[in-house]
Every structure is written in structure tokens, then in C-alpha cells.
């Protein structure tokens, strides 16, 4: 990757390389327990397996920064509806895993899949394409806003079988990314009135047909544990607030943590936990910082993008990879229930890795286009006059 030819907003790039090599020490140091059961105590083959995905993540974010960012509009409806039928394959027949369905397996490999992933990035695309392509009848409900309400409650009504969490995530962005498209403030309140009513609807068929088709079960649990905090010493909550409170104002120093010996996944759930007990509340505060950062500049973005399309792709996906980062930290510092959400770019690799690279990359193409664009107007305003 030659540095020299790299456009763009570079402080995007700055924090998407240093989150992508920070994670390199945090799963590091919060797997020696899941090397110890899995790998015969091969401490750095976790190591190893994330410098892989670091690796690759860069060149997939880099290659994805090189394509101007107008093909993802002609790809964004292939996308979508080469999403849908993988969603529904998974919710009917994907392997159930902690209570959920949310990974494919590759057929002859042992390596899995999440269909979600593609889902989410796919529903943004979508939305983007079609708030550009309808400017101006996203005001009338008929014509403009009830097309995309569609196509979103289809999206979350088979998003929800892995989760509600990632299910609300989508919803939100996709309320944002209408907001700010112009659509009138009364059909978004009967987006979420609708939305809510749909969900209110999906528990009553799951409740009268007694079949399993959310985590119904999961949630109430998590939430009671929220508002009544258990006592349990062994309870995740509890050895979550441990970490954070013993971390002080540095912390332990990279390599000390205790508790990602006794946290059931301190590699991806509570990595925030473990940043914060080695990295004390500066390095907690600093990766809270970091992400405020990056939706700061991906607005910055937005705003001077001379095309619709790459105004709200920006922003649909900078608010979701923002949205989860923010949930993650608020379930390790108790302020929100537990969710099961990554920490973007930090958490221990896998394909949702690889997708967030490809999103900060179509950020990132967006950004090379809007300095090329300043680029040329600058040339044209500062040409030597000719006679």
C-alpha cells in the first residue's frame, strides 16, 4: 500500500489502523484462558489468527477505498436481495447457537458465516440508493416513504430471530438515515408506532403457536438482571463492574488483567471490561473518544459530498458502527443490559470484522471522492489567467 497515493480524510484512517493493531494486544491478552481450553495452551495462536484478520481487513478496507463510491449505488439493490434469502434460510435453518440463529456454515468447511453482517451493510446501501433516487417523494407517504417502511420491517422481522439487539440497532439507523433524508417527523413516529406493533405481534404468534422463534426468554432475563443486579459473584455483570473498578485511573498495564480469566467471552462481549482494567479509565475514555471521533469526520464527510447517495451511505453506516461500539461499552460500565454486541474493529476477529472494514472503506471512498472534488475546484480557482 503505497502511503503517498492516499486520499480521503486520513484521520479515518489513523483510527481505523490503530483500533485494528490495538486489538492485536487486547485479544492477545484476553485469550490465554480460550488458548488454555482449546489450544493446549498455545497462547499466541489467537494472536496470530487476528494479525491474519487485521491484515486482511486493511487490504479488503483499502481495496474497497479504491472503488468509487457511485458503484456501490448500482450493486446496493443486488446486494440487498441477495441478503434477503440468506436471512431467511439462517432464521429457518441456521444452526442455533446460544438460543440464536445468526451463522451460516460454509458447505465443506468448518468455517461460519453471518448472513447479518451482509444484511445490515446491504440495508444501508438500500437506503441510501433509495433516498437519493427519491429526494423528493419521501415526503408523501404513499409514494415515498411506505416503499422503504416495507422493506425495513421485512429486514428486522428477520433480524430478530438472532437478536434484539442488533435488530434495534438497524431500526435506529434506519430512522436516522430517513431523518436526515427529509422524510416528515409524523411517519417516523409511525415507523417506530408500526415497529413496535409488529414486534408486539411476532411474541403473540411465537406465544399462541408455542414455538421458539425469538429469545424471548434471554431478554426478560437480561433485563430483570439489569434492573435487579444479582449478587452471584460468578454473575458476568458482576465480574464486568470488577474489571472496570479495579482498573483505576491506568489500569494494571497490558498482560495483568484477572478478570479475563473468569469473564466468559473478554475477547469480544467485555473486551471493553478488559481495556479498562489494563488500560485504567484514560485508555477506557480514549476508545470512547476514538469512535466519537470517526462520527464526527464521516459527518464532516457527509456534509460536503456533492451526491445524495454518498451523503447518507456515510452516514448509515458511521451511526451503525457507532451505535454498536457505544452499546458495547454501556453493557460493561452496567449502564445498558447485556446485548452480546461486538466492540467494532477491537473485539476478536471474524467476518464481521471484515464487514467493518468494508464500511469504513466505502466511508473512506466517499471521503477520496469529496477531496478530489476540492481538489479540482482548487485547481480551476487558482489556474493562471490565460490572454
Known amino acids: 500500500m503505497n502511503t503517498e497515493k492516499l486520499k480521503g480524510d486520513k484521520i479515518i484512517w489513523i483510527i481505523a489502523i490503530l483500533l485494528s493493531v490495538f486489538s492485536l494486544l487486547v485479544v492477545y491478552s484476553s485469550t490465554g484462558s480460550l488458548a488454555q481450553r482449546k489450544r493446549d495452551?498455545?497462547?499466541?495462536?489467537?494472536?496470530?489468527?487476528?494479525?491474519?484478520?487485521?491484515?486482511?481487513?486493511?487490504?479488503?478496507?483499502?481495496?474497497?477505498?479504491?472503488?468509487?463510491?457511485?458503484?456501490?449505488?448500482?450493486?446496493?439493490?443486488?446486494?440487498?436481495?441477495?441478503?434477503l434469502p440468506l436471512m431467511f434460510y439462517m432464521a429457518l435453518f441456521g444452526p442455533v447457537i446460544n438460543e440464536a440463529r445468526r451463522t451460516l456454515i460454509v458447505p465443506g468447511t468448518d468455517l461460519t458465516f453471518q448472513p447479518g453482517d451482509l444484511a445490515k451493510l446491504a440495508l444501508?446501501?438500500?437506503?441510501?440508493?433509495?433516498?437519493?433516487?427519491?429526494?423528493?417523494?419521501?415526503?408523501?407517504?404513499?409514494?415515498?416513504f411506505l416503499p422503504i417502511l416495507l422493506?425495513?420491517?421485512?429486514?428486522?422481522?428477520?433480524?430478530?430471530?438472532?437478536?434484539?439487539t442488533t435488530t434495534a440497532i438497524v431500526f435506529s439507523t434506519s430512522f436516522i438515515m430517513l431523518y436526515m433524508g427529509g422524510a416528515k417527523f409524523k411517519h417516523l413516529l409511525s415507523l417506530v408506532g408500526i415497529g413496535i406493533a409488529a414486534l408486539a405481534l411476532f411474541l403473540a404468534v411465537e406465544a399462541i403457536s408455542g414455538e421458539s422463534l425469538s429469545r424471548k426468554n434471554t431478554w426478560k432475563s437480561r433485563i430483570d438482571e439489569f434492573i435487579n443486579p444479582p449478587n452471584d459473584p460468578g454473575s458476568q455483570v458482576v465480574l464486568s463492574k470488577i474489571a472496570v473498578a479495579s482498573g483505576g485511573l491506568f489500569g494494571k498495564m497490558p498482560g495483568n488483567s484477572t478478570q479475563r480469566n473468569f469473564l466468559q467471552h473478554p475477547y469480544s462481549d467485555y473486551v471493553f471490561a478488559i481495556i479498562i482494567e489494563e488500560y485504567g479509565i484514560v485508555g477506557g475514555t480514549t476508545i470512547v473518544f476514538i469512535y466519537l471521533i470517526l462520527l464526527f469526520r464521516s459527518l464532516k464527510i457527509a456534509r460536503r459530498c456533492d451526491k445524495l447517495f454518498g451523503s447518507f451511505l456515510v452516514i448509515g453506516i458511521s451511526f451503525m458502527l457507532v451505535f454498536q461500539a457505544m452499546i458495547n461499552m454501556g453493557v460493561v460500565v452496567n449502564l445498558l443490559p447485556v446485548t452480546g454486541q461486538t466492540l467494532p474493529l477491537i473485539s476478536m476477529g471474524g467476518t464481521s470484522f471484515w464487514f467493518t472494514c468494508i464500511g469504513i472503506g466505502m466511508i473512506l471512498s466517499v471521503s477520496r471522492s469529496v477531496s478530489e472534488s476540492q481538489n479540482t475546484i482548487e485547481n480551476i480557482n487558482y489556474a493562471p489567467a490565460t490572454a
Do not use: P
Open 151 to 164: 422493506w425495513i420491517l421485512l429486514m428486522c422481522s428477520l433480524f430478530i430471530r438472532g437478536g434484539l
Open 124 to 144: 444501508i446501501m438500500f437506503i441510501a440508493r433509495f433516498l437519493a433516487h427519491k429526494k423528493d417523494d419521501i415526503q408523501d407517504f404513499k409514494k415515498g
Open 41 to 83: 495452551g498455545f497462547n499466541e495462536f489467537f494472536l496470530i489468527r487476528q494479525l491474519i484478520f487485521v491484515i486482511l481487513g486493511i487490504a479488503i478496507m483499502y481495496t474497497t477505498y479504491r472503488i468509487r463510491f457511485t458503484y456501490f449505488s448500482r450493486i446496493a439493490q443486488v446486494l440487498f436481495y441477495l441478503s
